[in-house]
């Protein structure tokens, strides 16, 4: 059995990030939603909607959101740059 | 049991959350030998929470639920592969490609399926969908985008209502049939569950509860046209959501001489798998969704969870315990919860099972933001927020410390306990 790693996902581009976000921790703050407006936002008073699949191109900004989140509840995965 | 030795060999069985957390966990413990992750399911771990909700309204493709990892893991994947047996005394695993794998730690990650409808003839019926994979979602995400004239969903747990948001959002005409007096009553109890109930009524969901669904009629093609309500009436639907819960993957474990039925698989209060005679396998552990293990903080009653938090939490401790980090204390997260549906953000901690009075702590139902405590025999058992969440914390930690319910009123002008109403859980549970 040769050693691999899973297929890169299909549908959204192979190199898209893998975003996750622990929506137990999450408070609503909002913080993720002014780094990167087009990838999280609130909905209703305080329902945090993110994509999960966003594009590698908007890595700098995702990582501002990851980053900026005060309960740490954004996960991200680079790809292009996770050690193999 | 600290072989960190690098010719050990672990497995972990089930390629989803518990999977993929157990086993980075198990590497960041300092597991050094080799890790081979097996999945029934073609894909790499992806997360279901969006399954039910953006993945049906179209915003997220299915596909892009994909989960990240949090670190390399050198691991070896045999996806698409279902586990099918398991021999202990040889340590084997044998895989559903008929090929076999030895193992010297295992972690049973299996998850549960979607409960199906109980007529197997009428649930393989066109248009019929039960929805807990990602292939499930895509096609019921195609059925909703191509306009069908009414959904049906049968049962008012936390799925069936949050499809029928996603339903109402597509302003597709649904029906939502639960046989409880409210939706979510068997998880909230009806005085929540008319709250949520009537949320949905306003958003324009024919709520049908304290009916039950009979049977489906085929169109004679071979399609469902309609349900046929007990007592009388029925639905015409094109599409029907069979929304029942979830059964747990065991039967793989079957003959394996360990303790597990379609509730779970046992644990002890480490983590360990035990046998049908109550003994720990040392090499074996359990996370997620499959896991029925003794809550410390619920008087050691047997639970297994349906938590996304708690699938990451249990999967982190059992990866450390096979890698030979045993934790000083037994596994006893407090179990978390969250549901988006309607516009409104319900979360929850601790457990409601068998509360005997609830208190509105925090804002009002009147509001539409407000914070449920729920008690049992004079302690704080579990809280239920409906989009007042930064007040959920505090009362997490009350329900940890087990403090007195209903709990003094704090910092109002009207001292004293706050009143306790009755939760109202249906007196037997849903089928
Ligand atoms: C539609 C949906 C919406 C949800 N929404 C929420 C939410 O809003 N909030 C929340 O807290 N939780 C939610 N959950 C629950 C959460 O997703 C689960 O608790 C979590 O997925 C459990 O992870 P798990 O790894 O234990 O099990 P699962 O995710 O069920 O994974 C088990 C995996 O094992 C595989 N498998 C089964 N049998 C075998 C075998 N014999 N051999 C090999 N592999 C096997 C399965 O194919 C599956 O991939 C939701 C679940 C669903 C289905
Ligand atoms: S910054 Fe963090 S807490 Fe705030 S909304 Fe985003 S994920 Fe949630």
Redesign the pocket.
């Known amino acids: 059995m040769p050693e691999t790693t899973p297929e890169p996902a299909p549908g959204p581009t192979a190199s898209a990030l893998r975003v996750s976000v622990d929506?137990?921790r999450c408070q609503a703050y909002a913080q993720c939603c002014y780094a990167a407006p087009r990838h999280f936002r609130i909905e209703g008073r305080e329902a945090l909607y993110y994509d999960p699949a966003p594009s590698a191109a908007d890595r700098d900004a995702i990582e501002q959101a990851r980053i900026a989140c005060p309960v740490q509840a954004i996960h991200v995965e680079d790809p292009e740059r996770s050690a193999p | 049991m600290t072989d960190a030795a690098s010719s050990a060999h672990a497995v972990v069985?089930?390629?989803?959350?518990?999977?993929?957390r157990g086993a980075e966990a198990l590497r960041r413990a300092g597991f050094a030998g080799r890790l081979t992750i097996?999945?029934?399911?073609p894909?790499p771990?992806y997360?279901?929470?969006?399954?039910?909700?953006h993945v049906l309204t179209g915003e997220v493709p299915a596909e892009a639920t994909r989960l990240p990892g949090l670190l390399a893991l050198d691991a070896e994947w045999r996806l698409g592969?279902?586990?099918?047996g398991l021999d202990r005394a040889s340590r084997t695993l044998r895989?559903?490609d008929g090929t076999e794998l030895s193992y010297d730690r295992l972690l049973v990650?299996?998850?549960?399926?979607?409960r199906p409808w109980p007529n197997p003839h009428e649930g393989r019926l066109g248009g019929v969908h039960t929805?807990?994979?990602r292939d499930d979602?895509a096609s019921l995400r195609a059925a909703l985008a191509a306009r069908p004239r009414r959904v049906l969903i049968i049962g008012g747990g936390?799925?069936g209502c949050?499809v029928a948001s996603a339903c109402r959002s597509l302003d597709l005409p649904v029906t939502l049939v639960e046989p409880s007096p409210t939706p979510l009553a068997r998880v909230l109890g009806t005085h929540l569950g008319s709250v949520v109930g009537a949320l949905h009524e306003s958003r324009g969901v024919d709520l049908r509860s304290g009916a039950e669904v009979e049977w489906l009629e085929d169109d004679g093609a071979g399609r469902v046209a309609r349900a046929h309500l007990a007592g009388g009436g029925s639905v015409e639907a094109d599409i029907v959501v069979v929304a029942l819960g979830?059964v747990r993957?065991t039967?793989?474990l079957a003959g394996s001489g360990l303790s597990a039925d379609p509730g779970g698989l046992d644990c002890d209060k480490r983590g360990y798998a035990l046998d049908e005679a109550g003994r720990p396998d040392t090499r074996i552990a359990a996370?997620?969704?499959?896991?029925r293990f003794p809550h410390p903080l619920y008087d050691g009653r047997r639970v297994a969870?349906?938590?996304?938090?708690?699938?990451v939490e249990q999967?982190e401790h059992a990866g450390r315990l096979l890698a030979g980090h045993e934790a000083a204390a037994p596994y006893a997260a407090l179990p978390?919860?969250?549901?988006?549906q309607g516009g409104i953000n319900i979360k929850s901690v601790g457990l409601t099972q068998g509360a005997d009075g609830l208190a509105i702590v925090q804002g009002s139902p009147a509001e539409g933001r407000f914070l449920a405590l729920y008690g049992r025999e004079g302690r704080c058992i579990a809280a239920v927020s409906v989009d007042c969440a930064r007040w959920l914390p505090a009362y997490a930690a009350m329900i940890e410390a087990r403090a007195p319910f209903p709990p003094i009123r704090q910092g109002t002008d009207q001292p004293g306990h706050l009143p306790v109403l009755p939760p109202g859980f249906p007196e037997k549970p849903r089928r």
């Open positions: 929506l137990n | 069985v089930g390629a989803s959350l518990a999977g993929l097996v999945g029934a399911e894909h771990p997360d279901r929470p969006p399954l039910s909700k592969c279902a586990a099918s895989l559903a990650a299996t998850g549960t399926r979607a929805i807990r994979d979602a936390f799925i949050e979830a993957n039967d793989w996370a997620g969704d499959v896991a969870l349906e938590h996304w938090g708690h699938a999967a978390t919860f969250w549901s988006t």
